[in-house]
């Protein structure tokens, strides 16, 4: 091959060095499992401290998009996970606003304390009622409902490319969107105390590089690469409710629903974000909004 042929090689190459610098990670994905990686939202790990937890209990929180995954799979495989219940939980504890109850798995629950009672012998009986042990199941006064509300697919799309003399690179990204909803409800009354709707996009994006070209005489060079990424939407349903947990926290406390342990906390501004209205409440006034929900019941 002579010194142009060799030339060309070497501008292919790098061509392809652009568009498929992702690839060389594709092949170390045979690994161990790992945790889950942490989303963007890490001010639900920095709110302030609360005064004390509110107990709260969850049923369910489902998909009511809809929606499934595109071809070929459409009919069987939904488009955004059926767990979100327990991204919600996790949630609720990271938030340290919220102590859930188990409520999803409550027949297993109550399975488990009847086999325990079942096996107790009289003199275990009598001991566990001198100690007070299997007491009565903690009642929530909250519910937390809510769900995946929509999905929305190729809410915008586009992509650019370049070609010159037989090398090209182009790219395109396709941009997604979910949405939750998420609710506290007063168990005795009824009454929706606050509700909070949150949402994620979800971004996909190719790059890919070519290379077309006469080398020498009836002799031509094609080479291509490109690599995909796509935003894991199970992550994305994650950071949305962690979202949604947040804007609750924050409008809990300026309706007075739930009280923070030091109003003066310098965290309190990370609640600001999550809040559209005027957040700018003294202290007393919070007492105040706390006693008048509590005369309301």
């Not at 409902?145 to 992509?159: D, F, I, M």
């Not at 949305?240 to 501004?269: C, F, H, Q, S, Y």
Request: aromatic share 6%; hydrophobic share 40%.
């Amino acid at each position: 091959m002579n010194r142009n042929g060799i030339k060309q090689l070497v501008l292919a190459g790098l061509c392809l060095a652009l568009g498929g610098c992702g690839i060389t990670r594709l092949a170390a994905s045979d690994g161990p499992a790992e945790r889950v990686p942490a989303t963007h939202q890490r001010d639900l790990l920095q709110l302030p401290a609360p005064k004390g937890r509110v107990v709260v209990s969850v049923y369910s929180f489902r998909d009511q998009t809809g929606q499934f995954k595109p071809q070929p799979d459409s009919s069987y495989s939904t488009a955004v996970t059926q767990g979100a219940t327990a991204w919600l939980i996790k949630a609720l504890v990271d938030s340290s606003w919220f102590a859930p109850v188990e409520r999803e798995n409550l027949q297993n629950l109550l399975t488990e304390r009847k086999i325990w009672r079942a096996l107790e012998t009289d003199k275990d009986k009598a001991a566990a009622a001198a100690a007070g042990s299997l007491p009565a199941l903690t009642p929530a006064p909250i519910v937390i409902e809510g769900a995946v509300t929509s999905y929305e697919s190729n809410v915008r799309t586009g992509g650019a490319g370049a070609a010159f003399m037989g090398y090209g690179i182009s790219g395109q990204y396709r941009v997604d969107q979910v949405t939750v909803s998420l609710r506290a409800v007063n168990v005795r009354t009824g009454q929706i105390l606050a509700n909070v709707i949150a949402g994620k996009t979800i971004w996909s994006r190719e790059l890919s590089s070519g290379v077309y070209r006469y080398v020498s005489l009836k002799r031509i060079l094609e080479l291509e690469a490109g690599y995909t990424r796509n935003e894991p939407v199970q992550l994305c349903v994650k950071e949305a409710i962690e979202t949604a947990v947040a804007m609750l926290v924050a409008k809990g406390v300026r309706e007075g629903l739930w009280l923070p342990a030091n109003p003066n906390d310098p965290a309190m501004a990370i609640l600001k974000q999550f809040d559209s209205d005027e957040f700018d409440l003294s202290p007393a006034q919070l007492e105040k909004l706390v006693e008048k929900r509590s005369g309301e019941g």
